[in-house]
């Protein structure tokens, strides 16, 4: 594939962000199908967003679930950048539905780094090592793939989906943690619509963590101290509309809410 076709693709999506209209699927554009070339477009439009005046925050992780992996024909997790405009602030916990796009609420872990992590991690215990504390999340996922008709290559490219979080004030030692059996619920309008435990994430979210973290030594670009890393869900996504009100809630921990405006 020409590195023009990867940057005409990375301009389809990046005309869809700004513009709010959904494109189709990009996968047919590719000349392969190749997971390697998604990534090559979302790291276009990574750049784009560093030129506008953003800055990197962190990655996620998604495809943590099984199910979904087999369901995208895939036999690992993938990957997203996130940058700091995709941040809503804890202070306020409100976010506008216009800049939103065929958006779901997940619930999740998120942890921040107190080290670079320049190898191959070989064990979660070796992992916590590197990481300074955990945050309850509510990721917002969307997609600027029509109707979410998308296969891995589309997700990829669509930077793993990603569109906007907010964390907990509350930093969490990791010994306070059962992250395999550990209980989420996640309200909506005080109605219960998700629930599920860490066990969801690749069996426990730290594996998850390590997977990306080696991932990113592979590919010469390691986490960075201070980053945040999204882990993936806990339970199922569910759809948002404006005037929408979440709340999660994982064990005793204080929960983290948020507001579509």
Request: glycine share 4%; charged share 20%.
């Amino acid at each position: 594939m020409s590195n023009t076709n990867i940057e005409q693709i990375a301009d389809i999506l990046y005309h869809a962000k700004t513009n709010n209209i959904p494109c189709l699927p990009i996968r047919n554009l590719l000349e392969t199908a190749s997971i390697e070339k998604a990534y090559q477009v979302q790291a276009i439009n990574i750049e784009k967003e560093i030129s506008q005046g953003n800055h990197i925050t962190g990655k996620k992780i998604g495809l943590t679930s099984k199910a979904v992996q087999k369901q995208l024909g895939v036999n690992e997790p993938d990957f997203g950048t996130l940058v700091n405009s995709m941040e809503v602030s804890p202070d306020e916990n409100k976010l506008a539905f216009s800049h939103l796009m065929q958006p779901k609420a997940e619930a999740e872990w998120a942890f921040v780094l107190k080290k670079s992590i320049t190898k191959e991690i070989k064990s979660i215990e070796e992992l916590q090592n590197y990481i300074d504390y955990a945050v309850i999340a509510i990721e917002i996922v969307g997609s600027r793939i029509q109707n979410w008709d998308i296969q891995i290559v589309d997700t990829v490219a669509d930077n793993a989906s990603a569109s906007h979080y907010v964390l907990s004030k509350e930093e969490i030692p990791l010994s306070h943690i059962n992250f395999t059996d550990c209980q989420m619920q996640l309200f909506q309008n005080n109605k219960l619509t998700s629930e599920g435990t860490g066990k969801a994430c690749m069996g426990n979210p730290l594996l998850a963590v390590q997977w990306l973290a080696n991932k990113m030594v592979e590919m010469k670009t390691p986490l960075q101290k201070g980053e945040l890393v999204l882990s993936g869900a806990l339970g199922p996504m569910v759809n948002l509309k404006q005037g929408d009100q979440f709340k999660v809630v994982i064990d005793q921990f204080k929960p983290v809410e948020l507001a579509i405006n």
